[in-house]
């Protein structure tokens, strides 16, 4: 099992691009959710999903889009990249939600 | 409001020494508590899980209690290593539903030889 993979693991993007942060999971988990994580402020979330066709935003959702069409997969867009959406991006899954969460290893977002 | 406080933000200690780490909870209804353990540049991990039930649990060197009453919980690392030096963060569960983790700001340990 490779657990959850992200890619990219570094990325540096000016204001205004937009790109796809790709997230998947081996382990048949239905729940998968993305969060970012700031110095001194925690994970928070973005989006998450229940199941395949199902998403709903978190905590933060503005300037960010997901789409869940298989049960492995769950991309982030960022749609116009903004200075302040700079951070560590980490995608996240489990069972069912409530049960442990195994993280990514986490994408490291620059924007200039 | 619901809320999760760790205490402190963050901690040297020597390399063999012991410490507890603090969390305080507001999150109602209470499902469970996770303490994660989170390297440098990597994702969390989870450490272990509280359930309402549950005083004690261990973990090889960490121990976690857990005081429903109080809504506090702790986690305690003996004979500290090196490789302890990490973020410890806690996560509680509310009830049910799927927008239902509430996670602490984390404490930084650093273990020093």
């Known amino acids: 099992n490779a657990g959850v993979t992200q890619t990219p693991k570094f990325q540096v993007l000016k204001t205004g691009q937009s790109m796809t942060l790709q997230c998947a999971q081996d382990m048949n988990h239905e729940y998968m959710s993305w969060y970012r994580q700031d110095p001194g402020m925690g994970l928070r979330l973005i989006h998450y999903?229940?199941?395949?066709?199902?998403?709903d935003q978190g905590e933060v959702p503005n300037g960010y889009n997901v789409s869940r069409s298989t049960t492995e997969d769950f991309p982030l867009r960022l749609l116009s990249a903004a200075p302040s959406q700079t951070s560590v991006y980490f995608c996240a899954s489990s069972y069912v939600t409530g049960n442990e969460q195994f993280f990514g290893p986490g994408t490291r977002l620059t924007v200039l | 409001k619901n809320q999760v406080e760790q205490s402190p933000q963050s901690l040297i200690i020597l390399e063999g020494k012991n410490c507890t780490l603090q969390c305080n909870y507001t999150v109602s209804p209470f499902s469970n508590l996770r303490w994660y353990k989170q390297d440098t540049g990597r994702g969390p991990v989870s450490l272990t899980i509280?359930?309402?039930?549950?005083n004690t649990k261990s973990n090889g060197r960490y121990t976690a209690t857990l005081d429903a009453d109080t809504k506090q919980s702790s986690l305690h690392i003996t004979a500290s290593q090196l490789s302890d030096s990490a973020s410890y963060i806690c996560?509680?569960?509310?009830?049910?539903?799927?927008?239902?983790?509430?996670f602490g700001t984390g404490t930084r340990l650093t273990v020093i030889p």
């Open positions: 996560v509680v569960t509310r009830g049910a539903g799927a927008n239902n983790l509430f």
């Open positions: 509280m359930t309402f039930s549950e």
């Open positions: 999903s229940v199941g395949a066709g199902i998403t």
